[in-house]
């Protein structure tokens, strides 16, 4: 599969997912998406506390932190499995 092809689903599962609404999926899936999402389109994170650091934002983190070890590819990968797997039910 080419990068091209990747980019292009991973961009269709944002779409779907865009369209669903936080009362639809459970915090935990709507977490690992937030982290996935991010590890593919920012890359690792670069832990910085700020002022604003409040317990939203600790989950948030630390779903991110806990897939860090993902590439860009596999995290795109892991958010399009998500998705298909929730317009699946």
């Given at each position: 599969?080419?990068?091209?092809d990747l980019?292009?689903?991973?961009q269709e599962?944002?779409?779907i997912a865009s369209q669903m609404t936080q009362a639809?999926?459970?915090?935990?899936?709507q977490l690992r998406l937030y982290a996935f999402y991010k590890?593919?389109?920012?890359?690792?994170?670069n832990y910085?506390?700020?002022d604003n650091f409040d317990l939203r934002n600790a989950f948030k983190t630390n779903a991110w932190i806990q897939i860090s070890h993902l590439t860009i590819?596999?995290?795109?990968e892991q958010y399009i499995e998500i998705i298909n797997s929730l317009i699946q039910k």
């Open positions: 599969m080419t990068k091209k980019d292009t689903r991973f599962a944002v779409a639809s999926l459970p915090q935990d899936v590890q593919a389109t920012y890359g690792t994170l910085n506390l700020s590819e596999e995290a795109k």
